[in-house]
């Protein structure tokens, strides 16, 4: 039986830093140590003031208190760290490729590989090395390869072990996951220990019927599929939300009528402004890819309108401002309320928020942005990043602001793209007499009370009614 004494993780990003956080917390008698390349991002995770940690997620602060110095340590010494592990977490970044096969597509495998080669370099004791980043099915089997031919006799097993937790409640989910997915070589010894050791840390605090073993294969794929079906859902209530508003029909009615079927569910049928995030398109674009080089055509086809159908909700959402303002924009001003892909997250990849600045930037607008958790210098990275136009361009065109009430300061219309809590609470009478009028509202959301905005003046226009 293999007790783990001992684990490194390599990536302190959104994912390895709150998972490992919470396996430090959760078993003190294991030592955690998580590592990364980026020096600034550790230090962050070392700041003595936690509300200076790199990832902004409720209640992590509380956490990494609570085992930091303790069994949890995050260091840039990727090497020992790795050598004096037992076992190794993978969960480094797996973004879509920007060059070359698959380009636009395939899930870019370059740093999975990175982190195997120095696995294997570096290690002289037998290692169990889990694959914690999202990777496109049978990638175990590369890692596997690259891992075995060392030549210096240490033995590898790998496991999959994907994460399910979602940003802004990822402590609670790590807490209580609903199950915990360990995919691993059933068929020997040596890959039956490992899964067991594995589940052993878990059983710290996961009931053991929570916790789900599989083949490599199935747990990798599970993944990809887990996240195609909730972005589906979103798709699905998206496209529902625009024959709304032509019918007469409200979304949120829509929405509780069809939930209530315990076959459906109440979850993830939120209507938006398109769903964003790091994983939802990159993941549903790399099921896609694979299904295309198997020869699936229909199978991709099928699952790619889910990503056509959340660009064309971003668009439609940026082209309704427009329209709305009598069909131009230019040198009007824009407050946007929210910049991060959702509430209670200082993550901004692929957030719609930055797509609909971008179109109402390319129609000459003044866009004005508050977010409570996003920087400046985030939101023009954002924008820098898609290069639509130069950087000095992008700094021309778009201020940022610290509050709600200094962003919609003589705007012409405000548009709500995050369902921050704080918005809600809003003084709307406040922002309503500081506007131009007429006072334009688009809620992105569905945060907002129609009925008491047009009481009090606004142009209100909600997706989906
Ligand atoms: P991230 O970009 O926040 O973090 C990845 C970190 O890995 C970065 O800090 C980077 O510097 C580091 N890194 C890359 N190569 C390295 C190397 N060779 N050595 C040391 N450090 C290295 O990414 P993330 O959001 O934490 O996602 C990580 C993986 O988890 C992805 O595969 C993603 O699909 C998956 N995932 C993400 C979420 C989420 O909510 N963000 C949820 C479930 C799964
Ligand atoms: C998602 C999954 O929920 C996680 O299980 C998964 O681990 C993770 O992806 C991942 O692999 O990265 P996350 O992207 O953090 O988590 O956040 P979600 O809550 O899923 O929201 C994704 C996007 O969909 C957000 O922009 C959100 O606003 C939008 N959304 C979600 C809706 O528009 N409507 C909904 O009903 C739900």
């Known amino acids: ?152 006799g240490v033995k590898f097993q790998i496991l999959s072990n994907p994460e399910f937790l979602a940003e802004g409640t990822a402590v609670e989910d790590l807490h209580a996951p609903d199950r915990v997915l360990i995919g691993g070589d059933p068929d020997t010894e040596e890959g039956k220990a490992a899964i067991q050791a594995l589940v052993d840390v878990y059983a710290h605090w996961v009931p053991q019927e929570n916790i789900l073993t599989t083949n490599v294969w199935s747990s990798e794929l599970s993944k990809l599929t887990a996240n195609a079906f909730l972005a589906q859902r979103v798709s699905s209530i998206n496209a529902l939300s625009e024959l709304c508003e032509k019918t007469g029909a409200d979304v949120n009615e829509v929405a509780k009528a069809i939930g209530q079927d315990s076959r459906i569910g109440p979850k993830f049928l939120k209507a938006s402004v398109g769903f964003g995030g790091s994983c939802f398109q990159k993941d549903i674009l790399n099921l896609v890819y694979i299904a295309q080089s198997f020869g699936l055509k229909e199978v991709a086809d099928y699952w790619e309108q889910v990503i056509i159908m959340n660009d064309h909700q971003k668009r439609r959402f940026a082209e309704n401002i427009v329209r709305t303002l009598y069909n131009t924009v230019s040198g009007k001003k824009i407050a946007m309320l929210g910049w991060a892909f959702k509430k209670d997250t200082n993550d901004t990849r692929e957030s719609a928020a930055i797509y609909v600045a971008d179109y109402l930037l390319n129609e000459r607008a003044e866009v004005v942005v508050y977010d409570p958790k996003v920087s400046k210098e985030q939101i023009l990275a954002d924008l820098d990043y898609l290069g639509t136009r130069s950087e000095a361009e992008n700094r021309d065109l778009i201020t940022v602001v610290n509050s709600a009430y200094e962003a919609t300061e003589e705007a012409h219309a405000v548009a709500v793209m995050t369902e921050w809590d704080e918005f809600v609470a809003l003084d709307w009478d406040q922002i309503y007499n500081a506007m131009l009028k007429p006072a334009f509202l688009f809620d992105g959301r569905r945060l907002l009370d129609k009925e008491a905005l047009k009481a009090k003046g606004f142009e209100f226009y909600a997706i989906g009614s």
């Open 1 to 152: 039986m293999t007790q783990i004494k001992n684990i490194c993780c390599i990536g302190a990003g959104y994912v390895g830093g709150p998972t490992m956080a919470v396996i430090a917390q959760k078993a003190p008698g294991i030592k955690v140590t998580v590592v990364d390349i980026n020096e600034k991002r550790i230090a962050a995770w070392n700041d003595a003031d936690l509300s200076k940690l790199p990832v902004y997620e409720p209640g992590l602060d509380a956490v990494v208190g609570e085992a930091r110095g303790r069994n949890l340590f995050f260091s840039t010494q990727v090497d020992e760290a790795i050598a004096e592990a037992d076992m190794i977490f993978i969960s480094v970044n797996t973004p879509t490729k920007t060059y070359g096969i698959g380009k636009g597509m395939a899930a870019d495998l370059k740093w999975i590989e990175l982190c195997a080669r120095q696995i294997a370099r570096v290690s002289t004791t037998d290692k169990i090395v889990v694959e914690k980043s999202t990777l496109p099915v049978r990638t175990a089997e590369a890692l596997k390869s690259i891992l075995e031919n060392t030549g210096n």
